[in-house]
């Protein structure tokens, strides 16, 4: 009779315990809700903005979150300063047109910018919390889009 109770009070406490989603689970969602960020941080009241390496016009939804230092570089995944719109040909079949992105870079914010990306290209982990962090900064950014009628 004990070993029954003590089997059903084991399978309540199984089902009540909540799994912490996996650091992959969380790198993927902070990758959507960055990538959304950046997409529609620069847009016009249509929700058109341009690529920075080709200057092609497009809606939001069919550009890219193109990063300048790669994104396995952790430290600058998730960076503003390193993630700008792309179309698909320049951020995949050109992977990144690099050439073109510096230019943009310097032509906008300067060297400084190019040299302090490249000073930051260290090597770095995040845990759980990290990719929350991330995940919770970007949503609320996003609201704020919103808010302000960048939403299309």
Request: aromatic letters at 10%.
């Amino acid at each position: 009779m004990k070993k029954k109770i003590k089997k059903k009070i084991k399978k309540k406490i199984k089902k009540k315990k909540k799994k912490l989603p996996t650091i992959t689970a969380l790198k993927k969602k902070a990758d959507q809700v960055f990538s959304w960020y950046i997409r529609r941080r620069d847009v016009n009241s249509k929700g058109y903005t341009k690529c920075v390496t080709c200057g092609k016009s497009d809606h939001w939804r069919n550009l890219q979150a193109g990063h300048y230092v790669s994104r396995t570089c952790l430290k600058l995944r998730y960076d503003e300063r390193n993630v700008f719109c792309q179309c698909m040909p320049c951020n995949i079949f050109k992977k990144g047109n690099y050439d073109e992105y510096a230019l943009y870079l310097i032509n906008r914010f300067g060297v400084e910018r190019l040299e302090g990306l490249k000073k930051d290209k260290v090597p770095c982990s995040m845990e759980r919390c990290d990719y929350q962090a991330i995940i919770d900064k970007y949503e609320d950014n996003l609201v704020a889009l919103d808010i302000r009628g960048n939403n299309e």
